[in-house]
C-alpha cells in the first residue's frame, strides 16, 4: 500500500511572513512508545513497508498536493510519520536520505522532521542535514515538568533527555521545534495556563515554539476520562492568554494551529465565538503580530474567567 497516512496544505511563518507548508504524514509501523495518554496516532499506522513503497507514499502526496493546492512550490515541507523520522525501523537512513533530496528538488527553503529524544543521535542529524540545508527537527516535550509529564501524559521520557537531545539537534547545525501541549489530563485550567507558560520559558531557546491545543482523539485514555466528564479540552481564552504572556518573553517564532477548535473534543469557547478566536490564533501564528489576538471578544470571556477561579475549589470539570 503506497498512500500516506494523510497530507494536506497550510500556512506557517518564516522569514517574517506567511510561508506556504505542504504537511505529508507517511504511513509506517508508528510510534515504537505508543503510550501517551492523549494521542491516537498509533492508529494511523501500518505494516512494515518497502523503503521503495515510502518513497512513493512521499511522491505520491506531493504530486497530489502540488496539483491541488498551489501553483507555486512550497516554501515549509513538513514530513511527519506519526512517530519518529528517526527510528530507523519507521524509516531507514536511506529512506531519509531519499525523501530529503527529493524535498530539496522541490525546492523548499525548510524542512521539519519529528523524533522523539531517544532516536535523535549526532550521527543521524547530520546524515540527514547533508540532505538538508535548513532542517528543524521538532521534540514534543509537552511540559517542562517530569511529574506531569511522566504521570498525566505517560511520555516516558524525561526534561533530561530532552535537553540532551535539543543539544544534540542544534549543535549538528539543525534548528527546534518545541511542540508544549495546553492542558494535559488532571489539570485544572489554571494550572494548565501556568504550565504551558512555565514550560515556554523553560525552552525559550528553541527557534520554535509550538503551542498544541489538547484536543480528544478516539481509543484513548483521555477520551475515557472526557466521556466521564472528568476533563474538558481548554478554553481558546487560555490559548490566547497563553500566547500572549509567552510572547513577552519568547523571542523566537510562536506558533499554534487549534485543531479541531469548536468541537466538543477540541479546544473551545462558548460555541458562539469559536471560529473568529480560532482564526485569530491562526493569524497571530503566521503573523507574530500580537494585535490580532486582542481584537475578538465576547461575553464568555466573563465565564472562562471564573472557570479559573472556581475550577481550583473543585474536584473536577466546571462543566461548561
Ligand atoms: S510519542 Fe508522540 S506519537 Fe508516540 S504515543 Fe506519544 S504523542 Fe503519540
Ligand atoms: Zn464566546
Redesign the pocket.
Known amino acids: 500500500m503506497d498512500l500516506p497516512a494523510k497530507f494536506w496544505a497550510e500556512q506557517d511563518f518564516l522569514g517574517g511572513r506567511a510561508a506556504r507548508s505542504f504537511v505529508v504524514v507517511l504511513r509506517t509501523i ?7 495518554t ?2 491516537g ?2 492508529q494511523e499506522s501500518g505494516t512494515p513497508q518497502s523503503p521503495e513503497a515510502l518513497v512513493r507514499q512521499f511522491e505520491f502526496a506531493i504530486r497530489k498536493l502540488k496539483g491541488r493546492c498551489y501553483a507555486e512550490p512550497p516554501e515549509i515541507l513538513k514530513i511527519y510519520t ?3 523520522f528517526f527510528d530507523d525501523d519507521e524509516l531507514p537512513p536511506a529512506v531519509r536520505a531519499e525523501i530529503l533530496d527529493r524535498a530539496a528538488e522541490l525546492g523548499v527553503r525548510k524542512v521539519v522532521v519529528e523524533s ?1 529524544p531517544e532516536f535523535i543521535t549526532p550521527e543521524r542529524v547530520r546524515a540527514c542535514v547533508e540532505h538538508s540545508e535548513n532542517l528543524e527537527v521538532a521534540i ?1 516535550l509537552e511540559t517542562s515538568d517530569d511529574f506531569i509529564r511522566e504521570k498525566f501524559i505517560n ?2 521520557f524525561s526534561l533530561k533527555d530532552f535537553l540532551r537531545a535539543a543539544k544534540v539537534v542544534k549543535g549538528e547545525g539543525a534548528s527546534l521545534r518545541t511542540y508544549l501541549l495546553m492542558k494535559p489530563p488532571f489539570l485544572s485550567e489554571r494550572a494548565a495556563l501556568e504550565d504551558v507558560v512555565r514550560s515556554a520559558r523553560a525552552v525559550a531557546f528553541s527557534d520554535v515554539i509550538s503551542l498544541n491545543l489538547c484536543n480528544v482523539q478516539r481509543n484513548t485514555f483521555l477520551e475515557k476520562l472526557w466521556q466521564e466528564r472528568c476533563y474538558r479540552p481548554p478554553w481558546l481564552w487560555s490559548a490566547v492568554e497563553a500566547l500572549k504572556r509567552i510572547k513577552e518573553f519568547y523571542r523566537g517564532v510562536l506558533i499554534s494551529d487549534p485543531v479541531g477548535a469548536g468541537s466538543q473534543r477540541g479546544p473551545h469557547n462558548c460555541g458562539r465565538c469559536d471560529r473568529k478566536i480560532a482564526a485569530a490564533i491562526r493569524r497571530f501564528s503566521v503573523t507574530q503580530d500580537l494585535n490580532v489576538l486582542a481584537e475578538p471578544t465576547c461575553d464568555c470571556m466573563e465565564h472562562w474567567l471564573k472557570i479559573l477561579g472556581l475550577e481550583e475549589l473543585t474536584f473536577c470539570v466546571v462543566p461548561d
Open positions: 508508528g510510534c515504537r512508545w505508543r503510550r501517551c492523549m494521542c496516532y498509533w506519526s512517530g519518529s522523539r514534543g511520555k516516558g
